[in-house]
């Protein structure tokens, strides 16, 4: 029997990859046009906004390693999947050494025969 987590973990796996290329590029096709993100600076919706926020973070964060760890589950359908996280990252800021960690949450669909990220609540 398949684990029906493979995909959807799989999916997650390039997205953490995408986001440290630091290629905004490499990052927006795995999100959804109507996504929706909560993070520490506030509320961005649609794939334009989060795509600027995104690059605040790029440009604020340097040389980012961004990593995602301790996944679990908690929904799985054919269409859609659910799962929360511990986030960590390190980067150099205004020229100083720096990191931080936090919880996330990531709510992902298929669409088109792919994966997408249609939420993600990131808190620290």
């Known amino acids: 029997m398949t684990d029906p987590a493979a995909e959807p973990a799989a ?24 996504a929706v993100y909560w993070f520490s600076d506030g509320s961005h919706r649609g794939r334009a906004e989060i795509a600027g926020a995104i690059e605040r973070t790029f440009a604020t964060i340097r040389d980012e390693t961004y990593e995602i760890s301790d996944v679990e589950w908690v929904a799985l359908a054919p269409g859609h999947a659910v799962c929360r996280y511990r986030f960590s990252w390190t980067g150099v800021v205004d020229g100083q050494a720096r990191s931080g960690a936090g919880r996330g949450t990531n709510v992902l669909v298929r669409r088109d025969g792919g994966w997408l990220v249609l939420h993600e609540h990131l808190s620290s």
Do not use: G, K, M
């Not at 796996?13 to 990052?27: G, I, K």
């Open 11 to 34: 999916f997650l796996r390039r997205y953490e990859q995408a986001t440290n290329s630091h290629d905004l590029q490499r990052v927006l096709p795995l999100i959804a046009e109507d």
